[in-house]
């Protein structure tokens, strides 16, 4: 079937929300089709994390306390190019380093610098970061390697003292955002949305830190209630919330926006993914079986990505 406007059209205004939401729904996706036609790209296999600080971290954050290192692939400097090779031998284009933060709020993808110089050399493998905060110094050593920075961007104070317990600011968000691409890194920010307890609180200004930056691709998160942390009974943002954070990065930059794997599940996952692809997402990760049958419904084009991270504007 084809793509049909008017069809979009009826099924948001079918929806279960507020007028004005509905309004910017349509106006975002109607601005979607403009700068991306009528395909919609689904990324199913996203890159493997590795962590290389194993399942240590300096911090405890509330929204995580580094169960989800666990996760991960151990990438402690005696495994490290054992698992990329691994990873190689297994057709993957790509590894994600990640790892537990340091007190000063960076990832540490940069203390095994040789390593990773080796993998790029052998492998010729795609590498992406979670970077964390980062000074210049920090910045110019994952210049060496890095081929794509994937920085949560945080934009209130209060959500980085009380949830993640560092000390620092969002300034410093922003002033990695520029160290990073002063060191000519491609930027891929992501947005968490909910972090501070499910609520809204500072996802706007991050949006407008990233704007003052020519990033890639900006990647929508969604906090996850996870067992085992203390906002473990926490509820998941509201739908509309997210569509909010969407709608407004839409409005705001011409650059493909990606839903990043990072969201709650089940049938949470199914209606945003709807509400998603309505409100001008043009790239899902991990796509539920609910945003293949509304793509179809509304003649979009469906473009199914192996093997490849969602936060890669060319790949």
Do not use: W
């Amino acid at each position: 079937m084809p793509f049909d406007l008017q069809c979009a059209e009826k099924i948001i205004n079918a929806l279960e929300t507020a007028p004005p939401v509905k309004n910017a729904m349509l106006h975002a996706f109607t601005r979607r089709i403009t700068l991306f036609g009528a395909d919609l790209e689904f990324f199913n296999e996203p890159f493997t994390p590795i962590s290389l600080t194993g399942t240590k971290c300096s911090l405890k954050c509330k929204h995580c306390d580094s169960i989800y290192l666990q996760h991960m692939l151990d990438g402690s400097p005696d495994r490290l190019y054992t698992e990329a090779l691994f990873l190689k031998k297994k057709g993957a284009n790509g590894i994600l380093l990640s790892g537990g933060s340091s007190r000063d709020g960076s990832v540490p993808t940069y203390i095994q610098e040789e390593n990773i110089l080796k993998i790029k050399k052998e492998t010729n493998l795609k590498i992406s970061a979670h970077t964390g905060i980062v000074n210049k110094s920090q910045a110019a050593l994952l210049s060496k390697y890095l081929d794509m920075a994937l920085v949560d961007v945080i934009g209130d104070d209060e959500t980085i003292h009380d949830i993640l317990g560092l000390k620092t600011s969002a300034k410093d968000y922003e002033n990695t955002l520029e160290n990073l691409s002063l060191a000519g890194i491609p930027l891929a920010p992501h947005i968490i949305v909910g972090l501070n307890n499910g609520e809204l609180k500072g996802e706007f200004r991050a949006l407008e830190m990233v704007r003052k930056f020519k990033p890639e691709v900006i990647v929508i998160v969604v906090f996850i209630p996870t067992k085992g942390t203390a906002l473990a009974g926490i509820k998941p943002p509201k739908i509309g919330d997210v569509v909010k954070v969407i709608t407004k990065a839409r409005e705001m930059f011409d650059e493909p926006l990606s839903l990043s794997c990072v969201r709650p599940g089940g049938r949470y996952r199914s209606t945003l993914d709807m509400y998603a692809i309505l409100s001008g997402i043009n790239r899902i990760a991990v796509p539920s079986r609910k945003a293949y049958s509304i793509s179809k419904e509304l003649g979009l084009n469906i473009i199914d990505i192996p093997g490849m991270c969602c936060s890669y504007a060319n790949y």
